[in-house]
């Protein structure tokens, strides 16, 4: 994605975004060059209410916390197909995590995360230790993953008198 195409996105969705319960950032890691997963989510949360800002395939650490900083999204949602997910996501979820702005953001990392059939439960460990919200593996229910985007906090403008902000 070229700087403009990102920034024409911005801009078509900060339009939206006043309608829309937040911005929500969706990214495949830096080795995985896959997309339709990117869309199909895209997809998902459009329909959940959120405005979403695609970063598409191969995208490196720095450019995903860069834009995550600039953008301030409510979720960041990190998809792997090519089976690397799980040393990727370690090293992203360490740039995200070292960003300020970002440590309260929730970020959730899903698909095929290993080479092997899934990750064992050591491994799942290991991701949210490092700092991820939620780790969905590859053929994870649809339906967790709307159940957790429906429970992130509302920013303070859709509650009354800024009651529950998170900061």
């Known amino acids: 994605m070229r ?6 996105t911005v801009v078509r969705g900060s339009a939206v975004a006043a309608a829309s319960l937040g911005t929500v950032v969706v990214s495949s ?9 990117l869309v199909y989510l895209e997809l998902l949360i459009r329909e959940l209410g959120y405005d979403v800002v695609n970063l598409g395939p191969c995208v490196p ?7 995550c900083r600039e953008i301030q999204p ?4 990190i998809s ?4 690397h997910g799980h040393q990727d996501g370690l090293r992203v979820i360490k740039q995200l995590r070292g960003c300020a702005r970002l440590r309260a ?10 080479i092997a059939a899934g990750l064992d439960d050591a491994q799942v460990r290991e991701l949210m230790a490092a700092g991820f919200d939620m780790v969905f593996q590859e053929g994870a229910d649809a339906g967790e ?6 429970a992130i906090p509302r920013p303070a403008a859709w509650l009354p008198d800024g009651v529950g902000a998170w900061v």
């Open 3 to 8: 700087d403009s195409d990102f920034q024409s």
């Open 29 to 37: 890691t830096a080795s995985d060059s896959h997309t339709w997963n």
């Open 61 to 67: 650490d720095e450019l995903l916390a860069e834009h």
């Open 74 to 77: 409510v979720l960041v949602v």
């Open 80 to 83: 792997s197909v090519n089976g």
């Open 105 to 114: 953001t929730p970020v959730v990392i899903g698909g095929k995360l290993g």
């Open 145 to 150: 993953f709307r159940r957790f985007v429906g």
